[in-house]
């Protein structure tokens, strides 16, 4: 039987005070999500002053980003380059700010960022996901 990584709970806190501390540094409100290999919650967290539409945007995007198994920027490329297709995929979210999150080149589970403009998103998302990688 095989085995695999799995996201713990540890893991995601992780990933989301680092992705924090990016926002922090740069004075963006945003709302943080972690959610498992399946696409299902396991963290959230967002800022008092964050508007509430953040909310199910950072946990969609979280989840697209599981399900494609890459990031959401790729869709929101995409759209931009006239592929229009990736509007009709079910769960897209064609905005930068949700990237799978990986252990050993398998994905674990996938990171929500809403808030901010999109490129700032994505460097939020980033951030904290190089948090995975660092014990």
Known sequence: MASKPVLT???AKRIATAAQAEAQRNDWRVTIAVVDDGGHLLYLQ??????FG??????KKAHAAVAFQRPTKSSE?????GRLIHLALPGVIPAEGGVPLLLDGIV???LGISGVRSPQDGQIASAGAAA????
Do not use: F
Request: no cysteine.
């Open 46 to 51: 967002r800022n008092h002053d964050t508007q």
């Open 132 to 135: 995975l990688t660092k014990s």
């Open 9 to 11: 709970l540890e893991d």
């Open 77 to 81: 490329d995409a759209v931009q380059g």
């Open 108 to 110: 674990v589970g996938g």
């Open 54 to 59: 953040s909310l199910e945007t950072a946990i």
